[in-house]
Every structure is written in structure tokens, then in C-alpha cells.
């Protein structure tokens, strides 16, 4: 939870700067459509969580036009594939 500190979580614990991932995702969708990449298909293999797949998919947007749209997810197990 935000404000927790750090020796405070239980381990093992997933911890990860919020505004510097929403940053990088939206840095993908941007160079992709920059270099002609229209369709995009993240992994979540790495993060594993419902909100960071909304978060690669540019919060629901994405295939206006202006950067490439994310048409699915590739995941590595049945269980990420029920996240998502």
C-alpha cells in the first residue's frame, strides 16, 4: 500500500514505482506508433496484475489514431490468463 514502508512488507513483495511504470508504458505505445507499429501485444509475465495490464493498455485507450492499440495480452500461464 502507498505510504508503506519498504521493511514493513511482507516478503516476497512485487514493489514498483507507479508514476515511472505508467511513464515507460506510455513511452512503448508513443515509439511504437512513431515507427509504424499499429497493434501491440504486451506480456505481463513480469508484473502480473490486473492494473498493470490496464495500465500497458493506455488506461482503455489506444487505437485512436495516435499511437498503437493493444489488441491482447501474452501471458505464460493459465492463471495469467485468467487475470487478464
Not at 507499429?37 to 485512436?64: F, M, Y
Amino acid at each position: 500500500a502507498a505510504g508503506t514502508r519498504l521493511g514493513d512488507l511482507a516478503t516476497p513483495a512485487f514493489v514498483v514505482s507507479e508514476p515511472a511504470f505508467r511513464m515507460n508504458c506510455a513511452s512503448v505505445l508513443k515509439t511504437a506508433s512513431a515507427n509504424g507499429v499499429t497493434r501491440l501485444r504486451p506480456h505481463v509475465k513480469t508484473h502480473k496484475t490486473k492494473e498493470g495490464t490496464v495500465i500497458q493498455a493506455g488506461l482503455g485507450g489506444g487505437g485512436d489514431g495516435r499511437r498503437a492499440e493493444v489488441v491482447g495480452f501474452v501471458v505464460s500461464t493459465l492463471p495469467e490468463l485468467a487475470m487478464v
